[in-house]
């Protein structure tokens, strides 16, 4: 039998919800946000399981590190989560993860692809020469605009 999970992630601990085929909650509780603690407990409700976890920072560490456990996320797109959980009574972080478990397991929610660390890897070095070419050449034009105020003009670089 297929189970669901969601996962509300926070930066300290994650609330985990697990539902069956019908919708009802099997098992909800609390772990530190580790993939591997992750991976203990849902690995303890069986290995045909399906994992939600919405966008968000820690996402792609938990999404490549849930697929070394064999388990099969699903990443979910935030704007369109935060509509349907919207429809609560109470928004709670356990409210959120049965949520989230009862969006993957109707099928009704848009992922988003996750790419591989050596993209995101590219993407930050990028990032960062880009970041480091403009405080350099910031920093030397304000050099140069304190110069002239003393009446030297700085050659081409």
Request: charged fraction near 20%.
């Amino acid at each position: 039998m297929t189970y669901y999970a969601g996962l509300d992630v926070s930066q300290k601990e994650t609330t985990i919800c697990i539902v069956d085929a019908q919708g009802r909650r099997l098992w909800r509780g609390k772990t530190a946000t580790n993939p591997e603690a992750f991976a203990q407990i849902l690995h303890w409700h069986g290995r045909d399981l399906r994992v939600g976890v919405e966008t968000g920072p820690l996402m792609l560490w938990l999404v490549h590190g849930l697929h070394r456990h064999s388990l099969e996320v699903i990443c979910l797109d935030a704007r369109h989560a935060k509509a349907a959980l919207a429809m609560q009574l109470s928004k709670n972080d356990r409210n959120d993860a049965e949520g989230l478990a009862q969006i993957v397991r109707t099928g009704w929610y848009r992922s988003v692809h996750v790419k591989s660390f050596e993209v995101h890897r590219l993407r930050a070095l990028l990032g960062a020469r880009r970041q480091l070419v403009g405080m350099t050449t910031q920093l030397s034009n304000h050099i140069r605009g304190i110069l002239k105020v003393f009446g030297l003009v700085a050659g081409p670089v």
